[in-house]
């Protein structure tokens, strides 16, 4: 099966599987793209020009760390691990930064806290990533914003999944 490779100044190639679909659609998605012009390191930039690390890109490098986490959990407790366990946690580290506002945390007292923010767009059936991830199950918009809330356990917070009479 091939794969799509990102070209990262960390991690050199970070690549995707094709298996997993869902998870190149949500890199794709609008939520996720914004964050090509997000500035990781906020207003550092306007001292070191050549600070340009992105949210983008340091989204996919933690992606990429989750990744060779799994892999090598798996290799010695690959008997707790379930497919969507799994899955959660790949979103997880794709998703956790998408409610950044712009200059990143220098502006979180004037638009709210990130990844509350984060956690409305997994849930909201108006975006994207909430229709994508509903794709791989009706309750995994929780399963990810449970990982990003650090809570151990879902809750089944709303009256139906994805979507309907949120």
């Not at 945390?105 to 994207?128: C, L, M, V, Y």
């Amino acid at each position: 099966m091939s794969q799509k490779l990102f070209r990262d100044p960390i991690y050199d190639y970070i690549l995707i599987s094709r298996k997993y679909k869902w998870l190149l659609d949500l890199v794709d998605c609008p939520e996720v793209q914004r964050l090509r012009f997000i500035n990781q390191l906020g207003l550092c930039s306007y001292t070191y020009p050549g600070s340009t690390h992105t949210r983008f890109s340091h989204s996919l490098g933690v992606l990429n760390l989750m990744t060779l986490c799994i892999l090598h959990l798996k290799q010695d407790y690959s008997k707790h691990f379930k497919g969507l366990d799994e899955k959660a946690l790949l979103a997880a580290a794709l998703l956790h930064d998408i409610g950044h506002s712009p200059l990143s945390h220098a502006t979180e007292e004037i638009f709210g806290n990130h990844e509350d923010r984060t956690i409305q767009i997994i849930q909201s059936p108006k975006t994207e990533v909430n229709r994508i991830l509903c794709k791989v199950s009706k309750y995994f918009p929780d399963r990810v914003s449970a990982l990003i809330a650090k809570k151990s356990q879902v809750k089944k917070c709303h009256k139906s999944p994805c979507g309907k009479n949120r």
